[in-house]
């Protein structure tokens, strides 16, 4: 326990310096006036992801299939990557 404090420490103010980054960051690409719906979607799918994910994860590990976690990560990845590249081409709005 000793050390995990100093460690939680380091965590806590690595991620103070990440999140007004990311905040800029949505505040560039959301559209005009609309900056609060896009930090309510952002924040909503942090939460929704971060009740969801450990679960799944806690899942794999439980079933024995460590090596399927990364696999489970790619895969959340390229739904991402796929889901921003039909945005840029106006997909949704067909």
Do not use: H, S
């Amino acid at each position: 326990p000793a050390i995990l404090i100093p460690r939680w420490g380091i965590m806590g103010c690595r991620t103070g310096v990440i999140g007004p980054a990311r905040d800029r960051l949505i505040r560039q690409v959301a559209p005009e006036g609309a900056e609060g719906k896009t930090f309510g979607i952002v924040f909503t799918g942090f939460n929704i992801g971060g009740a969801i994910g450990p679960v799944i994860m806690g899942y794999l590990l439980d079933a024995g299939m460590p090596k399927a976690i990364f696999g489970c990560a790619l895969a959340f990845m390229a739904a991402i990557v796929l889901i921003t590249w039909m945005q840029e081409k106006n997909y949704f709005r067909r």
